[in-house]
Structures are given as C-alpha cells and as structure tokens.
C-alpha cells in the first residue's frame, strides 16, 4: 500500500507561481511513475504531467507546457510540480497518482492522494 500526500496549494495571483509536492510513502521500485491531475470546478478530473522515476522522462498536457514542470527527487520519494504563468483556468484540485508506469499513470491507475487546492486570481 502506497500513501500519497499533496501539498503546496494555495492562492496566487495571475501571472504568480506556485509549487506542488506529492510524497509517496511506501512507494517501491514496482511504482515507476508519478503524477498530477487536476480537476477544475464543475468538471471533470484531467491528466497534467507525469515523470518516470527510473529515467527521468516526462510528459505533459499540451496546456501547461512550458509553464509547468514536474521533477523527482529520489531519497525523499517526492514529485514537486512547478507552476509558473498561472491563469485562471488552472485553478482547481491539483490530485498525484503514483503507479507502476507513465501509462498507468496517464489512465489514472494506482494510488491518488486526497489533493489540494489551487486557486488562480485574475
């Protein structure tokens, strides 16, 4: 069993960043990925980015590209998501998933943390 805890959310103006930690704890080498979801008020959980821990190799939504950028750092089993050009639209629940592959990840497989929120001012 794998415990996930979010943390780092809060309020920010548009434009602002902010920075998201996810902690895995108990995670094994069988959970090779990592990453974050959000979901938006009124709709539905989305996929953001995901990195595999055995090389380094991310992935990200083609609307946070360039602004967002996921990271691991190994000897704390901890995945940090750097928020930078903050808009409006991406305030909502920021969920870690921690699974045994990016696809898993990606298809929302494995285990979720209880999230945290992300609210972007305009």
């Known amino acids: 069993q794998v415990q996930v805890v979010e943390s780092g959310g809060g309020l920010v103006q548009a434009g602002g960043s902010l920075s998201l930690s996810c902690a895995a704890y108990g995670r094994t080498s069988a959970s090779d990925a990592m990453g974050w979801f959000r979901q938006p008020p009124g709709k539905e959980r989305e996929f953001v980015a995901v990195?595999?821990?055995?090389?380094?190799?991310?992935y990200y939504t083609d609307s946070v590209k360039g602004r967002f950028t996921i990271s691991r750092e190994n000897a704390k089993n901890t995945v940090h998501l750097q928020m930078n050009s903050l808009k409006p639209e991406d305030t909502a629940v920021y969920y870690c998933?921690?699974?045994?592959?990016?696809?898993?990840?990606?298809?929302?497989?494995?285990?979720w943390g209880r999230g945290t929120q992300v609210t972007v001012s305009s």
């Open positions: 998933n921690v699974g045994s592959d990016p696809r898993a990840v990606r298809a929302g497989l494995g285990y």
């Open positions: 990195i595999r821990w055995s090389d380094g190799d991310t």
